[in-house]
């Protein structure tokens, strides 16, 4: 499926394009907004990377992995970055990841992000489970994905290597029928 457009009252899901460069390696290159995630803060060459690899997977046959821009409706500002990479060994299964950046943060618009992955996957491509993971200190992704609807399902212990060591991951999990876009 492409392009993917998909959109709530303040948010907005799209293709993320070459031009989106700046403002993703402004979440992914901040220290604070990269703090929980599984990696280190990427340098504007990573950032021009990932982007690139996004635009080209986008474009494949068949499509596993929606790597999208997550855009304020208002303003048309890009603030957040959304994935869902399909499961190779689970059928009609993905993983599910978000970065918001943090002068988005506080306002509900990780909720907003969530649901607006959780539909897309769902209700566009007919998914049956989308689970995603979670640094163990970060609170505010625990509440998140509480919100949307996904349920705590487990530790996976020392996923991530970060900062020079060894890090757990919670995970969050949720079934197509558990899904309501409003809960």
Do not use: C
Request: proline share 4%.
């Amino acid at each position: 499926m492409h392009p993917v457009t998909r959109s709530s009252t303040r948010l907005g899901l799209r293709e993320l394009a070459l031009t989106d460069v700046e403002a993703v390696h402004a979440i992914y290159g901040d220290p604070v907004a990269t703090q929980h995630l599984s990696f280190e803060p990427r340098n504007r060459e990573q950032v021009e990377e990932i982007v690139a690899r996004s635009v080209v997977a986008a474009a494949e046959t068949p499509r596993t992995e929606y790597a999208l821009a997550v855009v304020e409706q208002e303003r048309g500002e890009l603030i957040g970055f959304g994935r869902l990479a399909l499961d190779p060994h689970q059928q009609r299964g993905a993983t599910m990841g978000f970065a918001l950046h943090p002068q988005a943060w506080g306002r509900g618009y990780g909720v907003e992000t969530v649901r607006l992955l959780l539909g897309f996957g769902f209700n566009d491509l007919g998914l049956h489970r989308i689970w995603g993971a979670r640094a163990p200190l970060n609170v505010a992704s625990e509440r998140t994905m509480a919100a949307a609807g996904m349920v705590e399902e487990g530790v996976i212990r020392e996923h991530v290597m970060k900062g020079g060591g060894w890090r757990d991951s919670v995970v969050h999990g949720i079934l197509d029928r558990e899904f309501f876009p409003h809960s």
